[in-house]
């Protein structure tokens, strides 16, 4: 069965503080790995698709990086509006294009 | 372009009854999906619709059902309603082709008493 397990549930950084959530997922065969942002009440914004072990993906102050096992968003120097909750999902290749879930890191960045 | 619109925004329902949510995707994306969120967790995966057909279906009780209508806007249809159906509902579009990602609307918020 597939699984995806992010790490950790919650996190707090100072202003400039820089750190890395992590999603461990299983699945058989990987089409994608997404990240998401998603803000209190509001549905998940994209931010990036990973496709195969090796690849990175930048935007702004984030960076995406994957292996065969797992997945880290590094954010680097982050500012109070990237608080937020990041989610991490995983496409199968067998799976049409339904997106599996993990719970999600609450990052929480104060000035 | 607009993104995914998603009504009505919140919803209150008495158990028992029934509730419809609607969903129009991007201009262009012919593929919905719709998931359930639950406070505290990730997205669900509850239903995949493609060209008005259903494609894929994820755990969820036969009370829960969908179509997609020729204009590829869709709807959610949730019967009997339990408490445990509280969640907020969220629809996500898809291009068609290679591109796997997929674009969600702002949710409906339902409560269930």
């Known amino acids: 069965e597939d699984q995806v397990t992010q790490s950790p549930e919650a996190l707090r950084l100072q202003e400039g503080e820089s750190s890395s959530l992590n999603c461990s997922y299983t699945v058989s065969g990987l089409r994608g790995l997404f990240w998401y942002r998603q803000d209190p009440g509001k549905g998940p914004e994209f931010l990036f698709t990973l496709y195969s072990a090796g690849e990175e993906k930048e935007k702004e102050r984030l960076k995406a990086t994957l292996t065969k096992k797992e997945s880290f968003l590094h954010i680097t120097a982050p500012k109070p509006e990237d608080s937020a909750t990041y989610l991490c999902a995983v496409q199968a290749a067998d799976s049409g294009y339904a997106l599996n879930f993990g719970k999600g890191t609450s990052l929480l960045v104060t000035p | 372009d607009a993104g995914v619109t998603q009504s009505p925004t919140h919803l209150i329902k008495t158990r028992g009854q029934q509730v419809t949510l609607r969903c129009s995707p991007i201009s262009g994306h012919k593929s919905v999906s719709w998931y359930q969120q639950v406070l505290g967790q990730g997205p669900q995966f509850i239903f995949q619709y493609y060209e008005k057909e259903e494609r894929g279906r994820g755990n969820f009780p036969d009370r829960f059902s969908a179509r997609q209508f020729p204009n590829y806007s869709s709807e959610l249809n949730v019967n009997a309603l339990l408490l445990g159906d509280s969640a907020l509902y969220l629809c996500?579009?898809?291009?068609?082709?290679?591109?796997?990602?997929?674009?969600f609307g702002p949710g409906t918020r339902l409560t269930v008493t």
């Open positions: 996500a579009s898809k291009r068609t082709g290679e591109s796997y990602e997929q674009y």
